[in-house]
């Protein structure tokens, strides 16, 4: 049997060390396809931890239908996708998070440290990350979380459409459309 | 397989969603042909430049944080529970029992109402049916013992009223 199956029947007869070892090894794979799929690093955070939440509160009525993590990130896509349609809602469709946006403040209180090279560096690998979810914000939702699932994730085509909830087919279209438009993005 | 063929499998040769037996065709063929090649670069400096990108790791006490908001929840829910548990009939057999005290004893009150000589009794009347009519709710047995004292003071409310009133109860004696 699966070993996170497993957990999760631990999880569901009521051993709760099952549910801290899921999120050991879960913990930051979530936080940061969220924050791929958001673009809010704080909010990346909050969200994992709804998703946590939601699959502790489904235990009790979990069946091993599925595999773990495709059931995972769908929880996880799920809560993105409302959390998106929360700050559309709102006015505020994509933002990254000030850290990022106000980039030169933060960085320059960096570089103004003892240590410039550090900071200096830690500025660049900044404005990159910066650069990149950018470049994924300028997708499409379902374009994104395909080529999120695929590229940081390693999931496979058929992994993904069942996340997804789309065929296999539809999923090699996302992903192509995605690369396309991001081939061209860096071409400029 | 043809060049337009292979190209159009790039993609799914690089994510390794290629059949085992196409992939040293499709390998082959990229190495030889230039536009192949091109294409094959291209989505690889796609990958590799996302790749790039650094990952965050779960705050200080993320486990913590959850354990605490699944124990709100708990609380939350086991505060509902209990409310839950006090059904409906039980809420309606209370208020039907209040209105009933109050039907019967409403009577005792507008009786008690007479001239100055006696309000002071009706006072009285009205004071011991208004504490038989909660004692009715909130515990039964008290009210029962009450059921004397109300026709006792019924009884003086009437003879203040009208020394040579005869009480139909039959209790006139308690005005005396």
Known sequence: MDEDIKLMLDLKAGNNTAFNLLLEKYGKPIINYIYRFTGSKEDAKDLAQDTFIKVYNAAPNYTASAKFTTWLYRIASNISIDYLRRRKASGNPTSLDEEFETGDGKFKEQIADKNIRNALETAEKAEKDMEIQKALLSLPENQRAAIVLKIYEEKSYAEIAAVMGVSVPAVESLIFRARQALKDRIKR | ?176
């Open chain 2, 1 to 176: 397989m043809k060049h337009e063929e292979i190209k159009g499998k790039i993609m799914a040769f690089m994510d390794g969603e290629v059949k085992s037996d196409l992939k040293d065709e499709i390998a082959q063929h990229i190495a030889s042909c230039p536009q192949c090649l091109e294409e094959f670069e291209a989505l690889s400096g796609v990958d590799s430049y996302l790749k790039n990108a650094g990952e965050i790791s779960p705050p200080a006490y993320f486990r913590e944080n959850i354990v605490r908001k699944l124990n709100e929840n708990k609380e939350r829910r086991f505060e509902f529970n209990i409310l839950k548990l006090i059904p409906a009939s039980a809420v309606l057999a209370v208020f039907v029992l209040f209105a009933s005290a109050l039907m019967i004893v409403s009577p005792y009150i507008y009786a008690g109402d007479g001239q100055d000589a006696s309000k002071q009794a009706a006072d009285s009347v009205k004071s011991a049916v208004i504490t038989c009519m909660t004692s009715s709710v909130f515990a039964p047995a008290a009210y029962a013992a009450l059921c004397g004292k109300c026709s006792e003071n019924m009884c003086k409310s009437c003879m203040a009223k009208d020394p040579n009133h005869i009480c139909q109860c039959g209790g006139h004696k308690h005005g005396k």
